[in-house]
């Protein structure tokens, strides 16, 4: 007998917590239960019970080229079959390291670890090790992994369930973060002018990818470089979101702001477990072995998940991709913004890049008190009406979407047409 979404997820619930191994998948926040995925490949999806559906979730980031791309796969395929780890050092680190500092000029020197929140622990240590300093600014809405230092007014799955500062993570840590909001340079300068001589690092998303999708004003990322440079406070862009996602160089070529510091996931694996941080020689020379400031990881550098890397770095490098890639996020969120006003229904859409936001609200949202001020209920019964049609988007209103290159002009006009649908239905 076929084995349903519905069965699976009974099962799940009583072996994993909330049924799932990472929150916001099990639709607690838009209610109902999440589907199974049996494959995935080009822009869609596949469930259990043999459903398709377009995908702008993209394994929350990673699969820019769309699922299951031969030239990924096919690399993958060869790596495996020299052996799936070593625990010595592997070519393959070395290429992913040249054209990680080929790519990002900000990056002299970078370490691979296995995953976003490795990353970004991992730098605001170096941060800390490197100025003797223990404060850390983060911004309300913005995520950077589940660390102890980060789930302080934390965005995604967080901010999502309303428990954006976790228990557990205890006060001495968290009175450690400082938190500010997301966009108010103002706010920032205040801050500086109070604390900058503690203060480790600034971490920002510089475009923000887990309160929705929220690009940063005109000058912003520029007025934070000039803040912390004055102050001696490092910079440290969290990419792993943005980056090879926004452009080629991540949003600090986007955006033209170097920062000190990056942290990137997602992308950088081809879907693979993988992060890596990186930056001025100087700093990532105090990383162990090099320096006194310790970090390591047994599966770090696999030798499989950076073949995969590398393969999907080699994609994204064909001349062209990131146009097309931003023309595609175009047609979507101008065409759901045209459908939406055709409705008559308050709408707004944000983008960048290869990444987009949608908000049930009529103003254009540039802060995280405008974010969650957007009509939820609304969101939420839009989703439903949305996966009912064959479209997965995030089962938040707080997460940012993502296209494809293998997202066609008909796959777009598909998901148009579904839309105008949803709408309809979802309309209280
Ligand atoms: N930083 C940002 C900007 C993210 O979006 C995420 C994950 O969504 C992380 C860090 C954490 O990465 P991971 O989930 O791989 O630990």
Redesign the pocket.
């Known amino acids: 007998m076929m084995t349903t979404n519905h069965e699976l997820f009974q099962r799940a619930q009583q072996l994993m917590p909330g049924g799932v191994n990472s929150p916001v998948r099990a639709f607690k926040s838009v209610g109902g239960e999440p589907f199974f995925t049996a494959r995935a490949d080009g822009a869609y999806l596949w469930d259990v019970e043999g459903k398709r559906y377009i995908d702008y979730v993209g394994s929350?980031?990673p699969m820019i080229v769309g699922h299951n791309h031969p030239h990924v796969r096919e690399a993958v395929e060869r790596a495996v079959k020299n052996g799936l780890s070593y625990g010595t050092p592997c070519p393959a680190e070395v290429t992913m390291a040249e054209i990680i500092t080929r790519l990002i000029p900000s990056i002299d020197m970078v370490r691979m670890v296995n995953?976003?929140?490795?990353a970004?622990m991992s730098a605001i240590r170096l941060a800390r090790g490197a100025t003797g300093r223990n404060l850390i600014v983060k911004f309300e809405g913005c995520?950077?992994?589940?660390g102890d230092s980060f789930l302080v007014k934390a965005g995604?799955g967080a901010l999502t369930f309303g428990v954006p500062t976790s228990p557990g993570v205890p006060k001495a840590n968290a009175d450690l973060t400082l938190t500010l909001a997301y966009n108010d340079l103002d706010a920032a300068v205040r801050l500086f002018d109070e604390h900058g001589h503690d203060i480790a690092g600034l971490i920002i998303?510089p475009v923000a990818?887990?309160m929705n999708c929220i690009p940063p004003k005109d000058g912003y990322l520029h007025g934070l470089r000039e803040l912390c440079t004055k102050h001696g406070a490092l910079l440290i862009f969290?990419e792993?979101?943005t980056g090879f996602r926004v452009a080629l160089g991540g949003a600090q070529a986007h955006y033209g702001v170097t920062p000190d510091l990056t942290?990137f996931?997602?992308i950088i694996g081809g879907g693979m477990p993988v992060?890596a941080y990186g930056g001025r020689r100087d700093l990532m020379q105090q990383i162990a072995p090099a320096g006194p400031i310790y970090q390591a990881g047994t599966l770090s550098g696999n030798p499989v998940a950076m073949a995969a890397g590398l393969a999907m770095l080699e994609l994204i490098q064909a001349p062209g991709f990131y146009d097309q890639l931003a023309a595609r996020t175009r047609l979507l969120t101008d065409g759901l913004q045209a459908v939406a006003d055709g409705e008559g229904v308050a709408f707004s859409t944000n983008r960048v890049g290869g990444m987009f936001g949608l908000f049930f609200t009529r103003e254009k949202v540039e802060s995280y008190a405008q974010a969650t001020a957007a009509d939820s209920a609304m969101f939420n019964r839009f989703f439903h009406g949305m996966l009912e049609r064959g479209m997965y988007l995030a089962p938040s209103a707080f997460e940012a979407g993502f296209v494809s290159s293998a997202h066609s002009e008909q796959d777009i006009a598909d998901t148009l047409e579904a839309a105008r649908g949803a709408l309809r239905a979802g309309r209280a």
């Open positions: 929350w980031g995953s976003g929140t490795e970004t995520y950077h992994g589940h995604s998303e990818g887990n969290d792993v979101m942290t996931g997602k992060g």
